[in-house]
């Protein structure tokens, strides 16, 4: 019974239907999520594919260290609502 259940199960990781990949970080939040797929956090980079306004999906990246605020895809392209800047106080969209 215990082979049969370990056959089952490389088969289903065979076939793609059983996936126990992790992200290194946790995805942060935000409503780029409704419309970017493949989303990961790498060395302080979100990386993700987006869709643009026409439905077509591009590869978008953003440094997270710079970013406060709500992530948004924006025309598919990845942006923080607030960013960090050279002072106190500096908040650029």
Do not use: W
Not at 33 to 47: A, E, P, Y
Not at 59 to 83: A, H, K, M, Q, Y
Request: hydrophobic share 35%.
């Amino acid at each position: 019974m215990r082979a049969v259940a370990i056959g089952l199960v490389a088969a289903a990781l065979g076939a793609g239907y059983v996936s126990f990949a992790t992200p290194a970080r946790a995805q942060p939040p935000g409503s780029y999520l409704q419309t970017c797929r493949n989303v990961r956090v790498d060395h302080g980079m979100l990386k993700a594919r987006c869709l643009d306004l026409r439905g077509r999906p591009r590869r978008t990246s953003l440094f997270l260290p710079d970013c406060r605020g709500e992530i948004e895809n924006v025309d598919g392209v990845l942006t923080c609502r607030l960013r960090r800047g050279p002072g106190p106080g500096f908040d650029r969209r």
